[in-house]
C-alpha cells in the first residue's frame, strides 16, 4: 500500500505524461537491448560499436584510400596518426588509436575549410582542427562517402 501511495503522486505529475515512453520506444530499446546478448551482433547492428570496434590496421588503410582520393581532387593531404577521445570527451582519459587524413587547404584558411564543410549542401562533413590542421577521422567516416566527402573538400578549397 505505501508503494501505491507515491505511484499515484507520480502518476498525477505534469512531467509523468512528458516522460511517458511510447511502444515505439519500448522496441526499439528491446531491440538494441537483443543486439547485447550476443557481442558480435551487437558490433554489426549499433554503427557506434562498429566504430569502436574498428581496428586501427583498417582504418590506416581506410585513411589512405580516403587521402588518395582527395589527393585525386587536387587536394594536399597526409594520413596521420591520431588519438580519438571515446564519446566526445565523456571518457577523457580513454584514448583510441586511429588514423585520420590531415587537409592542408590551398585557398582558404583551415577555420575557414571546416565551416564550409560543416555547412556543405545537404549532408555536412564535421572533422575537426588540431594544431592548425583540418582533421578527417575515418574512424566515424563510412567508406561509401569517400568519394562524396572528396569532392566537397575540392570544393570547399576553391
Same mark, same amino acid.
Request: contains cysteine; proline residues 6%; hydrophobic residues 40%.
Given at each position: @500500500?505505501? #508503494? @501505491?501511495?507515491?505511484?499515484? !503522486?507520480?502518476?498525477?505529475?505534469?512531467? &509523468? *505524461?512528458?516522460?511517458?515512453?511510447?511502444?515505439?520506444?519500448?522496441?526499439?530499446?528491446?531491440?538494441?537491448?537483443?543486439?547485447?546478448?550476443?557481442?558480435?551482433?551487437?558490433?554489426?547492428?549499433?554503427?557506434?560499436?562498429?566504430? =569502436?570496434?574498428?581496428?586501427?590496421?583498417?582504418? #590506416?588503410? *581506410? $585513411?589512405?584510400?580516403?587521402?588518395?582520393? =582527395?589527393?585525386? @581532387?587536387? +587536394?594536399?593531404?597526409? !594520413?596521420?596518426?591520431?588519438?580519438?577521445?571515446?564519446? %566526445?570527451?565523456?571518457?577523457?582519459?580513454?584514448?583510441?588509436?586511429?588514423?585520420?587524413? $590531415? +587537409?592542408?587547404?590551398? /585557398? !582558404?584558411? +583551415?577555420? %575557414?575549410?571546416?565551416?564550409?564543410?560543416? @555547412?556543405? /549542401?545537404?549532408?555536412?562533413?564535421?572533422? *575537426?582542427? &588540431?594544431?592548425? *590542421?583540418?582533421?578527417?577521422?575515418?574512424?566515424?567516416?563510412?567508406?561509401?562517402?569517400?568519394?562524396?566527402?572528396?569532392?566537397? +573538400?575540392?570544393?570547399?578549397?576553391?
Amino acid at each position: @500500500k505505501g #508503494k @501505491k501511495k507515491y505511484l499515484d !503522486v507520480l502518476k498525477k505529475h505534469p512531467l &509523468n *505524461r512528458a516522460m511517458r515512453v511510447d511502444k515505439m520506444t519500448l522496441a526499439a530499446l528491446e531491440a538494441t537491448l537483443e543486439s547485447y546478448l550476443e557481442p558480435e551482433r551487437a558490433t554489426r547492428e549499433i554503427p557506434t560499436l562498429r566504430m =569502436l570496434a574498428v581496428d586501427p590496421a583498417v582504418l #590506416k588503410v *581506410r $585513411a589512405d584510400s580516403l587521402c588518395e582520393m =582527395l589527393r585525386e @581532387k587536387g +587536394v594536399i593531404c597526409e !594520413v596521420i596518426p591520431e588519438q580519438d577521445q571515446v564519446g %566526445g570527451g565523456s571518457v577523457p582519459t580513454q584514448l583510441l588509436p586511429t588514423w585520420a587524413v $590531415a +587537409v592542408d587547404p590551398q /585557398s !582558404v584558411t +583551415v577555420d %575557414g575549410l571546416e565551416e564550409r564543410l560543416r @555547412k556543405h /549542401s545537404d549532408t555536412p562533413i564535421v572533422g *575537426r582542427i &588540431n594544431h592548425d *590542421r583540418y582533421l578527417l577521422d575515418v574512424r566515424t567516416l563510412w567508406e561509401e562517402d569517400f568519394a562524396y566527402i572528396a569532392q566537397a +573538400v575540392k570544393e570547399a578549397d576553391l
